[in-house]
Structure formats: structure tokens, C-alpha cells
């Protein structure tokens, strides 16, 4: 999209999120929402230590808000509840991305009790923060947004009122759709060279699917996740990608000139008996990937380590924090803007024990600060990552590690089931 | 009338001992009520030991002793889960495991699960006054234990009495680390299945019903009223008829459809095993086919030992047991008589004097239930059922408030 910047360094650009109809899917229009008109919405590219300015216009009928999904930004420009934009209303966000930072983002909006209907109508894009000493040789780059969705007869977006039978489901399941975009598209394909490698960079942008991924008769490369690459790849069959979760994958074409593979979302079962869905153990078609009929390249030797991961050292932390998650609390409490939960020093070096003590699983997500997961089930972990968003299973605790480094203010941690947060599966942490 | 029998529980095929949950109440001691987590009291944490002890919870949630492995630790085996309609359900673990058991539920959260059946992962933790959806904090949707767990006769158990079981299971049972799986259930979450129609109100219908009676002169009437609650909160209608209601069609007199009875062994798999139908008999003083055939001694042994009547039961079984039947003949397993004979005498004795003299006779014959040559003797060992008394506070699986 369009930098309006004149100068070295800054990216400025202008947002706008309005009502828009389009056909999402053959033969029927849709009355959707969209940034810039366009579904998803412009990918941000951006270098670490710019500078971003994006003037957010609301042409929605409602309030909106973006917020710049796990990036380490001060709390003004956070786009969380606390900062609604009226209809008509304009923001101007300006910050900069901080060194070592280089990873998958998204933003999307956030306003209290409407983000899931405006994600699912259509508010959602990627962003896209570059290193300058990128460990990786250049690839073939690709950008996979994973939504779903479902539509009425009339070709609008069917979201039943949470008092509706069908609504209770989706507030229990958060809501999930039958049909499964990439980029919007429906079963969209993507061109590989037999023996070429390219990056995939994908953004679980679904109110609530979870994605098991996988391209059956070929291993992934997984190279990194939420806040950027890994010390190591991982060589891998598949991987879950919860609510908000990014991940990188090297894929690499190792099939013969010619042939297709597919991209698939597994069955996965993170759901709790009373609600789960008939079809949850359908595997379902993401994309296509057809192999050209060019004479296979050389395979291409990846590097065996990336950049570090520095740990954070759990010596350090000087508080140690429970989070249970119940079906739709957090420590038995619905969200109240009013009330602080949680207070941490600036600073300070936290442990947070996130316990899921239901059936079902919940993607925890926390503002503004990226974590590390130390153990799942007190099982360390297999390899160091950075993290703005963790699955928690079903009855497991994930203990993650934080270090509240900058950026005083008030931080939302919330289920990423969108249904869930915006019924108040969320709370607020005050960094101060 | 919601009845927990085999139209709507049947146990699955290949269950040894399937033991439906009773409750029992026992003498209100008035200590202090706790409103939310705080320190433990002693006596309240031995006093919720009782109330656990002889409202069978266990016998569904784990073992029939706390001194057994598995004490209130949830379902252990695939076989005592169960089939509710299409919806596999299961015991779940009580003990105060962060995880997998109630660790992390405040006492008030468990109060609200027995008082109001809603379940503590589903339900904020906040003091409940109404129970009108919406109102007085609860919950719009409500989402509901999964049955066979009997908390609409829970519910009218005295307030003191539901924070001693909260108290005890947060701060006198030993933490377990013990998985067990979700219950199935309907997307309504057992809302349709738990309407005032179908459990009845709260509090219970005034004495005396339709099918109750002003004890005659001479009886002691608060002892009557006094069985009527221990039959009430101890669920003999949850079998026996009427549910938790006094004012319900068929209120103690057995059951009337035969598809009600219970199956008991490997049942439904042709030639794997012996499979035993068990009937919940007519409880009512009928002369000819309830409990007027029988003496209040012999009603209070069947209680306490779990002897079905005869003349060899017509008897004070002496502490010894040196007069106990050489061959007894003891009621079927879904009897919990293991959890009830833990009440005390007086419980006990309020409860036969509410059906001598508290309930109107009904003629309702119900059939024998079937029973194995030993009549399930080898079912109610000490090794097996536990010791009577109890293993005494504290047992390996329990710890010191």
C-alpha cells in the first residue's frame, strides 16, 4: 500500500475500516467490513526500529479499534477496548518497531464485546516486520491468512444472537464457519517448483478455528512462530496453529514436476463434549500446491541455526502468577474495564502459570509484551521461542515467562476464542 | 419427573458394581458458615467428611472408604462411567488437584455446584440469590452438572452442611492428580432436563402432600418431619420415586415401569456374563406391598447393614455382630446401604419412623430384584466396602486442615 512517508525510516499510511459488499463466496454478495476495501486488509511491511504511522478513519456504523497484534508498542497506540474510536471518528498511531523484533504480526480490531463480529466480517491483515540481517537465504515469500466463516442463504455473514440455540454453540465453540479462506480465497493454489524451498509465513486470523496443518507426503520446516524465527528449525508433519498465532515454514518442494500436494487442516479436537461440532474430525482442504512442470533446482542447503533466542532467566522472576481458565473466566471473573486484575512493576520479571481446568482448550493471548513458554505440564520445552499467544490444552498448565521491560499501562490477557473475549474471558494487567 | 433409572441411566454393559448416588443427612451441627475460601475449621472439615461419607459421593467419584485409593478422586475405569441417553458421563475428581480436581474452585463455587447443580468451570464465582436465569447473579444460560449426579436433592441440604463438604474437599482431602475426561451432554447443558416441572421446588413441598400423612397421636412428629428431610436430601426418591419432590406422582412407591429397573453385571452382551435386573422397591407402609410388612428394627438393619428384611434381621444386631445372619441376604448393589449405614442412629431412625408414620400407604407391587446364588455377599467384603465405622480422619488420602 501506499507509504505516504517522505522520510527515511518511517512507514505512513492510512487505514480505513468500512462497510463494504463483495462476493466472498460464488454467486452471493456479502455486506461485509473491510480495511481499505479489500479482505484481508493491506499487509504492513515494515523494517525493525521504523517508525509507523497509520491514521486509523472508522467509517464502520460502530466503534472500532486496531489493535497491532503482538507487537511491543507503547499502550497508547495498543488499540485495546480501553481506546475506542467512534463512528466517524479518526486515531493516529505513531510508534516504532523495536530491534529483534522481526517476525509475523496482525492487526485487527478490539473494541469491548465487538471484536469477533468485526473479525469475522472481515477486519483482519498481517503485517509483516523484516530483520536487516535476515539468517535466512532469500526465498520465495508467501502469506497465508487463515480465516472461516459462515453465510446465510442471502450471502451475509451468519452470526446468530448469543441468546439463539445456534448462538450459545458458537459461544461455547467460538464461531466457526464451514468454509476455510486463505487470503479470502476459497481453496486458492499456490505455485512450487519441484526441489525449490519457500517461506510461509501464516496468520490464524479465525475468530476460533484452531488449525492442525499439514501436507501429507511431505515434512515442514517450522522456522518460527509469533514473535519471529527460532534458534533451530524444526523439522516437523504438522503443526497447530491457534486463534491469533502466526507461524514461518520453510516448505520445501520435494515433490516431482508436475504433481500436487495439498495443504490440509487436520482434525483436532479441542472442544467440549456438549458442543463439538458432528464434522470437528473432517479434514479439511486449505490450498493447493501444484508443482510446476519445470525440471527440478538443486536443493538449496538451509542453515542449521538461525539467530538467538536469549532466555529469560526464570531466577529472575520475582512473582509468579496463576491464571486459571474456566469456560469463560479468567480466575472466576468476567471482564470489568473498571477493575485492574493484576499489577506488575515495571520491570519485573513474572512467571505465569496459565491452568486450564475445563474441557476445552483456550489460546491465551497477553498485550504488549512478548513471552517465552517455559513448560507445558511441567515438560520443558523443546525449543525456545517467543510468544504473544499460547495454547493451553485442555486440564494443562502452561508456565510462561515475562519480562515487563517497558511501556507502562493498562494490558488486556484474554482468551483468543473471539467469542470468548468479547463475553469477557479477558482481564486487565497494569504495568506501572 | 426426572427419575434416574434405566431409561435415562443405563449403566454400561460390563459394570461389576454400579452404585446409584444416595445422599444421606445427617444431624445439623450448626458451626460456622464459611462464605468464601478461609481458613479451615477442624470441625467443620470432619463435619463435611460425614455429610461425604454418607452421601455416597464416592461411590461414583472414587472409592467407598477414605481410606482407599481413589477417595473421591474421580472415575478410575472406563466402566464407571455413565450412559445418560447417548451422553457418556463421568464422575469427576474432587480432590483439591490444581488441574484436574478442584484446586482451584473456591468454596462458594462448590457450594453453588451442590445448591444450584451448576458447574464450577462454567459458572463465575460469585454468591448466587435467585434462581431465575439472569437474576441475583445466576447465570443467564445456566450449564448444569451432568446426571446421575443427584444435586436437586443436594440442593436442599442445610447451608452449613454444603460449605462443610466444600470445606472438606478443598482443605481435608489429599491432592490427586487424576485426569478424567469431560461428560458428554446436550448443548443446553442439562437446562431442559432441570426445570422446576421436572425436579420439583426449592424449598420441597409443605408436609404434609398428597401422598404423605399427619403422624398419629403419640408419634413423635418431629422426628417424622426430621425423616421426611433425610429423605429428601438423601435422594430415596431418585430410585425409589418422585425425585427429590414429596409432592411428585409416585413419591417412594417403587418404581411402575419395568424399563426403570436397573441392570447390574455384563448386560446386553449375549452369554459374556450373569446380568442382574434391580428393582427399586415400594417404600411406602403399604401392608401388602410396601414396608408395612416390616418392622421399624428390620427397616433401620437394612439401613444400617444393608440386610434385606427377614425374620433373621428382626433384630438389634449386637456391636459384636455375634448375632449377625450366617448367610445374609443383602439388598442389590445399587442400594448405596455402604454409604447410608454411616448416618447416625437417630438419622436412621427419623427416616423409618417418616415412612411408618409420615407417608400414606401405596399399593404398588414391584418384583424381587434378581441376585447372584451368594446374594452379593462377595460385593460387600470390609476389603471391598470398607470398614464400619470409617477409616478414622486422617487416612493416607487425606490430610489435616
Redesign the interface.
Known amino acids: 500500500m501506499a507509504d505516504r512517508s517522505s522520510g527515511p525510516r518511517t512507514v505512513e499510511v492510512t487505514l480505513t475500516a468500512g462497510p463494504t459488499r463483495l462476493s466472498l463466496v460464488p454467486g452471493v454478495e456479502t455486506d461485509a467490513y473491510a480495511y481499505n476495501g479489500t479482505i484481508p486488509g493491506p499487509t504492513l511491511e515494515v523494517r525493525e526500529g521504523d517508525r509507523l504511522i497509520v491514521h486509523l478513519r472508522n467509517e464502520l456504523p460502530e466503534p472500532t479499534t486496531v489493535h497491532w497484534h503482538g507487537l511491543h508498542i507503547p499502550w497508547y497506540a495498543d488499540g485495546s477496548p480501553f481506546h475506542p474510536i467512534p463512528p466517524g471518528g479518526q486515531a493516529d498511531f505513531d510508534f516504532t518497531i523495536p530491534p529483534g523484533t522481526a517476525g509475523t504480526y496482525w492487526y485487527h480490531p478490539h473494541p469491548h464485546h465487538l471484536t469477533r463480529d468485526q473479525v469475522a466480517k472481515g477486519l483482519f491483515g498481517a503485517i509483516i516486520v523484516r530483520a536487516a540481517d535476515d539468517p535466512l537465504p532469500p526465498l520465495a515469500e508467501k502469506l497465508l491468512i487463515l480465516t472461516d466463516a459462515r453465510f446465510l442463504a442471502d450471502g451475509s455473514v451468519d452470526l446468530p444472537p448469543l441468546t439463539s440455540?445456534e448462538g450459545?454453540?458458537d459461544?461455547?465453540n467460538g464461531w466457526e464457519g464451514d468454509l476455510l479462506f486463505v487470503n479470502g480465497q476459497l481453496a486458492p493454489t499456490i505455485a512450487i517448483r519441484s526441489g525449490e524451498v519457500q517461506r510461509w509465513r501464516v496468520v490464524n486470523a479465525s475468530a476460533s478455528r484452531v488449525y492442525r496443518l499439514a501436507i501429507p507426503g511431505q515434512r515442514l520446516l517450522m522456522v518460527g512462530s509469533d514473535g519471529g524465527l527460532f534458534e533451530r528449525p524444526v523439522d516437523t508433519t504438522e503443526v497447530i496453529l491457534s486463534n491469533s498465532e502466526r507461524v514461518e515454514l520453510l516448505v520445501r518442494g520435494t515433490g516431482a514436476p508436475g504433481s500436487t500436494a495439498l495443504l490440509q487442516a487436520l482434525p483436532y479436537d479441542r472442544y467440549?463434549?456438549?458442543?463439538r461440532p458432528a464434522d470437528w474430525d473432517q479434514t479439511r482442504d486449505l490450498l493447493t500446491l501444484a508443482y510446476t512442470d519445470d525440471p527440478p533446482v538443486e536443493p538449496m542447503t538451509l542453515p542449521a541455526t538461525m539467530r538467538p533466542v536469549v532466555p529469560l532467566d526464570t531466577a529472575a522472576a520475582t512473582v509468579t502468577r496463576?491464571m486459571?481458565l474456566?469456560?469463560?473466566?479468567i480466575n472466576?471473573?468476567?471482564m470489568d474495564l473498571a477493575r485492574v486484575d493484576q499489577t506488575a512493576a515495571l520491570g519485573a520479571t513474572e512467571i505465569w502459570a496459565i491452568?486450564?481446568?475445563?474441557?476445552?482448550d483456550h489460546p491465551f493471548h497477553l498485550h504488549g509484551y512478548r513471552f517465552q513458554v517455559i513448560d507445558v505440564n511441567g515438560v520443558p520445552v523443546v525449543y525456545r521461542r517467543w510468544e504473544d499467544t499460547v495454547n493451553v490444552p485442555?486440564?494443562?498448565?502452561v508456565r510462561i515467562i515475562v519480562r515487563f521491560d517497558d511501556y507502562p499501562g493498562k494490558w488486556m490477557f484474554h482468551c483468543h476464542i473471539l467469542d470468548h473475549e468479547v463475553n469477557g474471558m479477558m482481564g486487565v494487567l497494569e504495568v506501572k | 419427573m426426572m427419575r434416574r433409572s434405566v431409561w435415562w441411566i443405563r449403566p454400561l454393559v460390563a459394570v461389576p458394581v454400579i452404585v446409584a448416588a444416595v445422599a444421606v443427612v445427617a444431624a445439623f451441627t450448626g458451626g460456622p458458615v464459611i462464605m468464601a475460601d478461609g481458613p479451615a475449621d477442624p470441625s467443620q472439615v470432619l463435619r463435611g467428611r460425614q455429610l461425604v461419607l454418607e452421601h455416597a459421593c464416592s461411590l461414583c467419584h472414587g472409592s467407598f472408604d477414605p481410606g482407599q485409593e481413589g477417595w473421591v478422586a474421580g472415575m478410575m475405569r472406563p466402566d464407571q462411567e455413565f450412559l445418560i441417553g447417548p451422553f457418556r458421563t463421568r464422575p469427576r475428581n474432587l480432590t483439591p488437584d490444581n488441574v484436574t480436581g478442584m484446586g482451584r474452585f473456591s468454596e462458594r463455587q462448590i457450594f453453588n455446584s451442590l445448591r444450584y447443580g451448576l458447574r464450577p468451570g462454567e459458572t463465575a464465582d460469585v454468591e448466587i440469590t435467585s434462581t431465575t436465569p439472569g437474576e441475583g447473579n445466576f447465570p443467564i444460560n445456566p450449564k448444569y452438572l451432568a446426571p446421575p449426579m443427584p444435586w436437586p436433592a443436594w440442593r436442599h441440604m442445610p447451608d452449613e452442611d454444603l460449605w462443610a463438604i466444600a470445606a472438606y474437599l478443598k482443605h481435608g482431602v489429599a491432592p490427586v492428580s487424576h485426569k478424567v475426561e469431560d461428560s458428554e451432554g446436550p448443548p443446553d447443558f442439562w437446562a431442559g432436563a432441570y426445570t422446576p416441572e421436572e425436579i420439583g421446588t426449592l424449598p420441597a413441598a409443605a408436609f404434609p402432600t398428597a401422598h404423605e400423612t399427619e403422624p398419629p397421636a403419640g408419634v413423635d412428629r418431629a422426628q417424622v418431619l426430621r425423616g421426611r428431610q433425610v429423605a429428601i436430601q438423601h435422594d430415596c426418591g431418585g430410585c425409589h420415586g418422585g425425585g427429590s419432590s414429596p409432592a411428585a406422582d409416585g413419591w417412594l412407591a417403587g418404581i411402575t415401569d419395568p424399563s426403570d429397573a436397573f441392570l447390574i453385571g455384563v448386560c446386553g452382551e449375549a452369554e459374556a456374563g450373569p446380568c442382574f435386573i434391580l428393582r427399586p422397591r415400594n417404600l411406602t407402609p403399604d401392608g401388602a406391598t410396601g414396608l408395612g410388612r416390616f418392622s421399624a428394627r428390620q427397616i433401620f438393619n437394612a439401613l444400617r447393614y444393608g440386610l434385606r428384611p427377614s425374620d433373621a434381621t428382626d433384630r438389634e444386631i449386637a456391636a459384636d455382630r455375634s448375632n449377625f445372619p450366617a448367610e445374609p441376604d443383602y439388598l442389590g448393589p445399587i442400594m448405596p446401604w455402604v454409604a447410608l449405614r454411616h448416618m447416625a442412629d437417630e438419622d436412621l431412625w427419623a427416616l423409618v419412623a417418616y415412612i411408618e408414620h409420615g407417608l400414606r400407604p401405596a399399593t404398588n407391587e414391584v418384583e424381587a430384584s434378581d441376585a447372584p446364588p451368594d446374594r452379593w455377599a462377595g460385593e460387600y467384603t470390609v476389603e471391598k466396602i470398607g470398614p464400619y465405622p470409617a477409616t478414622p480422619f486422617p487416612t493416607a488420602y487425606e490430610v489435616k486442615p
Open positions: 440455540p450459545r454453540v459461544f461455547e467440549i463434549p456438549q458442543t496463576v486459571s474456566t469456560q469463560g473466566f472466576g471473573k468476567t491452568e486450564n481446568l475445563v474441557g476445552m485442555k486440564h494443562e498448565t
